[in-house]
């Protein structure tokens, strides 16, 4: 990535996402018991179109995978601000 903005927005979310693994491999949060699966939500947002928002998305996935040292990363991409298209893979 050639933007330096996107470098570090990068690396601020493998971070928290990173440290809210932590926390939950520690026994969960406020009490719960520690889910099998984490799930998260992800908001990204490209004022030019999809394409930046969903490579900035697919990186943070091979960076939080790189960091856990395996591939169990999944995942979706939902754009609520517009229909699919007959020919979007998104």
């Known amino acids: 990535m050639e933007d330096e903005r996107a470098r570090y927005a990068v690396q601020d979310a493998v971070g928290d996402l990173l440290e809210e693994v932590r926390r939950m491999s520690r026994g969960g949060t406020y009490g719960r018991p520690r889910p099998e699966t984490l799930q998260v939500a992800l908001s990204a ?3 030019a179109g999809t394409h930046r928002s969903v490579a900035i998305v697919e990186r943070i996935k091979q ?13 979706r991409i939902v754009h609520v601000h517009r229909s699919k298209g007959d020919h979007d893979p998104y």
């Open 45 to 47: 947002s490209c004022g």
């Open 63 to 75: 960076e939080l995978e790189n960091a856990l040292g395996r591939r169990t990363v999944s995942l």
